[in-house]
């Protein structure tokens, strides 16, 4: 059983910065390959970034030259650094991790950017 708690959301104008930050429970995240999804309203879930164990990384094109994923393993954390944000990118975000065939989900955060 792998929980994962998000934090980082709210409100922002557009242009502005967030920063998510995820952790999975026990210090486990240097096995883990991580993702960020995305949820925005009357429309389907959406993969946003994802980080390997080693880290590798995959980017929405949606957001690539804008987000970054990245991982600290010594604080069992992974990050989600949205900058220059576009009302588009309003949603709830969630984190994700896959641990022997089952996935689990956090909670998610709501992201809001406003015009």
């Known amino acids: 059983q792998v929980e994962l708690v998000e934090s980082g959301g709210g409100l922002v104008q557009a242009g502005g910065s967030l920063r998510l930050s995820c952790a999975p429970s026990g210090n486990i995240l240097r096995m883990l390959a991580m993702g960020w999804y995305r949820r925005a309203p009357g429309k389907q879930r959406e993969l946003v970034a994802i980080i390997t164990s080693d880290g590798s990384k995959n980017y929405a094109d949606s957001v690539k030259g804008r987000f970054t994923i990245s991982r600290d393993n010594a604080k069992n954390t992974v990050y989600l650094q949205m900058n220059s944000l576009k009302p588009e990118d309003t949603a709830v975000y969630y984190c994700?991790?896959?641990?022997?065939?089952?996935?689990?989900w956090g909670q998610g955060t709501q992201v809001t950017v406003s015009s």
């Open positions: 994700a991790t896959n641990s022997f065939g089952i996935n689990y």
